[in-house]
């Protein structure tokens, strides 16, 4: 049994005599309004609140949560008021126990409302103040280490709840310790027979692991010192609840459960390419297991988490899980950000963004760099999930979205055909357009229709990655399906006019020779690259006719125009395709000296666009191919250019002067005055290319009024327009 000392001890290296002080307060008031009240087990009640508070000692909470650890159950379970508690204790300390009592005195008609109420209302709770979480889950816990003196059905009821709720959170809060133990307490309640059996398996087997963990460990830390690397070898036993999961999920035995201990090179030094280092000292031990490498180095997680993952072939030919960090990275991972955050909670809160963990990670973050506790929890008074919401379903089930997420998002995180078929939602009862932003406490439904289908405009609304890869999945397939239709449509024209029938050759065994040639392996195939733009019906044509020169005895096609005159497209080069159309696109007229993308549009050829185009993110990505300027190009071509200088009489026919001057064309020109007594003049100028344009910048920039000179896409004209 914990005692007030043990507490006052412990606390006494980051509190003040004030604080502690409190803390006393709050204890001998606690003793009295619970004295002669005793808990199943038999002991008196003040174990209880004395466990909760030692808990929250432990975590070098501040005085006020260490208070409430010792009170929070005095409004709840004895006379004491809420205005009783803010007298002698502080406003700081009757809002925490408020807290803890709303959450504690709500009553439920089953226990699945009980838990979608109580998780909603534990969000709200931390959005108000995190430390009302803190105390919870250290109640929570104690609870749980107490919990035989419950029947059967209670047992279950309390270890199920904290399963789904308490653990997660603890893991949420980076609080790994408590997050085990609370795990591994309900996974006995829940199945005792698993849990006395994995128990039993675990501790026959515990000193031929610890000697197999000795000499790995041995192994490692002898050759990173061989290669001049200073650091640590770590060896981490999983606990009881993550190795029954694993044989679970993965339908094995326990003998089959390999990596029972994950290992841990942590070095000294802060250089990501120590780690590196290591890690190919360790491929050079042992055979690393192909595809489970994961660099969250170069690529870190969303959350920060920074560290190498591989799992290799060790001794004895057991496979062998090894992460490597520096310990700046081992320090931001255990304190909050988990490194297996993900794959570790198949229940986890969903989302791509997870920048609300980064702030659950600071919670004990920002406790090792302030000294004063009190500065520590003013930091922590802000709400927790500021660019997370938590929206219900029409069963009460509570479901997380990131920050601007919407009933799309919402149709596909039940199911694929839900969001397919989703053609509006309600949102509390009432109709809104799929374009409705969530908000926390909102109540969800989806109204579906069979039949219906995606629309490409819902990548604009949808937020979670899982909404946007299937309506992105279902868009090209469709895109696919109609690509087939056309090239086989532009295939029977080219044939017929050759007068050769398409069907006969779809048949032949020369049509595998070209299905080889373009590395395909299907008709479906064939039309697909047809209707896309990427192979032309002329070529096809050709593999067939024998007594024309072949495609492949062709000389390389720099730019060739199936419409308009040849010198028009002329200064492309396109790596892999011959005999297709090239067009500029006007978005961003693209000249000689820009960086440039090919993009295969349907039925209109290859349009050449600059690399910085602001159309492109917009674009599907699979359709882009390489494109280069050729030193053959000769024309000229169209840019758009916005003059801004001082209101003065003539300084439109004088900036055309000097355009003039340079041999440049102007093909249009237009002047607008805005209200600061500045004028705007946009050229649409024909140029050679990027050379002759940065000649001309400079010339213009030389008049006196001039202010800036820039050249502009179309789409950023309109913009500086309607300014």
């Not at 002329?538 to 072949?550: C, G, N, P, Y």
């Not at 599907?620 to 191919?625: G, L, N, S, W, Y």
Request: aromatic share 8%.
């Amino acid at each position: 049994m914990r005692r007030i000392t043990d507490i006052l001890d412990k606390t006494q290296e980051y509190l003040t005599p004030g604080e502690q002080e409190l803390i006393e307060k709050a204890y001998i008031f606690s003793a009295a309004v619970h004295q002669g009240q005793v808990r199943l087990s038999g002991e008196p009640y003040m174990t209880h609140p004395l466990e909760v508070a030692g808990i929250l000692a432990d975590m070098e909470l501040d005085a006020a949560s260490i208070a409430t650890g010792l009170l929070h159950d005095t409004v709840e379970d004895t006379l004491t008021t809420l205005e009783q508690v803010e007298e002698l204790f502080g406003k700081d300390v009757a809002f925490l126990v408020d807290g803890l009592t709303k959450i504690s005195k709500i009553t439920f008609s089953s226990q699945e409302e009980r838990q979608a109420e109580n998780f909603r209302k534990m969000i709200l709770a931390m959005s108000a103040d995190i430390r009302i979480l803190m105390v919870r889950l250290a109640d929570r816990t104690h609870n749980m280490r107490t919990l035989e003196f419950h029947t059967p059905d209670r047992q279950r009821y309390i270890a199920q709840e904290t399963m789904e709720l308490y653990a997660p959170l603890a893991n949420r809060l980076g609080i790994y310790r408590m997050q085990v133990e609370l795990e591994d307490i309900a996974f006995r309640y829940l199945d005792y027979e698993a849990y006395a059996d994995l128990a039993k398996r675990i501790s026959a087997s515990r000193e031929k692991r610890h000697q197999y963990t000795r000499e790995v460990k041995r192994i490692i830390q002898e050759k990173i010192d061989e290669y001049g690397l200073k650091g640590v070898v770590e060896g981490r036993a999983k606990h009881f609840w993550s190795i029954h999961k694993k044989m679970h999920e993965q339908k094995i035995d326990f003998d089959e459960v390999y990596d029972l201990t994950a290992f841990r090179i942590i070095l000294d030094s802060d250089k990501e390419k120590d780690c590196y280092e290591a890690l190919s000292i360790v491929h050079a031990l042992w055979i690393p297991v192909p595809r489970r490498f994961k660099d969250y180095i170069a690529m870190p997680k969303a959350n920060n988490y920074r560290s190498l993952h591989t799992t290799v072939i060790g001794p004895y030919g057991q496979r062998v899980e090894i992460q490597i960090r520096t310990k700046e990275m081992h320090g931001w991972a255990e304190e909050g950000i988990a490194a297996h955050w993900r794959y570790k909670e198949k229940r986890a809160l969903p989302g791509n963004d997870e920048e609300q963990i980064r702030k659950l990670r600071e919670l004990l973050e920002v406790q090792q760099d302030l000294k004063n506790p009190r500065e520590f929890m003013t930091n922590l008074k802000l709400a927790l999930f500021p660019d997370e919401v938590y929206v219900f379903t029409p069963g009460g089930d509570v479901r997380s979205f990131p920050k601007g997420a919407t009933p799309i998002d919402f149709a596909y995180s039940i199911h694929t055909d839900v969001g397919h078929s989703c053609i509006g939602a309600k949102v509390n009862r009432s109709i809104v357009p799929l374009k409705y932003e969530l908000k926390n406490g909102d109540a969800v439904e989806i109204i579906t229709q069979a039949g219906h289908h995606p629309s490409k405009d819902w990548l604009k609304y949808a937020v979670t990655s899982r909404a946007r890869s299937k309506i992105k999945s279902w868009v090209k397939a469709e895109e696919s399906k109609k690509s087939i239709s056309l090239g086989r449509d532009l295939l029977e024209k080219e044939f017929r006019k050759n007068s050769l029938k398409l069907s006969s050759v779809i048949k032949s065994d020369e049509i595998r020779e070209l299905y080889n040639e373009l590395s395909i392996n299907s008709q479906d195939d064939l039309f697909a690259l047809v209707g896309y733009g990427r192979v032309s019906p002329k070529k096809v044509v050709h593999h067939f006719i024998h007594d024309e020169i072949s495609v492949s005895e062709r000389p390389p096609v720099e730019s060739v125009a199936k419409k308009g005159k040849r010198e028009d497209y002329q200064g492309i080069l396109i790596t892999g395709i011959e005999d297709i159309m090239v067009r500029f696109a006007h978005c961003c007229d693209p000249i000689p000296g820009d960086e440039i993308v090919g993009y295969i549009t349907r039925g209109r050829g290859v349009a050449i666009h600059t690399a910085n185009c602001e159309l492109l993110p917009n674009l599907d990505a699979e359709r882009f191919v390489d494109v280069s300027w050729s030193a053959k190009a000769s024309q000229t071509y169209s840019v758009n250019m916005v003059v801004t200088c001082k209101d003065k009489k003539g300084i439109l026919a004088e900036i055309s002067s000097v355009i003039s001057s340079l041999d440049v064309n102007i093909s249009s020109a237009r002047v607008d005055t805005s209200r600061d007594l500045r004028v705007n003049c946009f050229f649409r100028l024909d140029v050679t290319g990027l050379r002759q344009l940065n000649t001309l910048t400079s010339s213009i920039k030389q008049i006196k009024e001039v202010i800036s000179v820039e050249r502009v896409q179309k789409a950023r004209e309109h913009s500086r327009q309607s300014d």
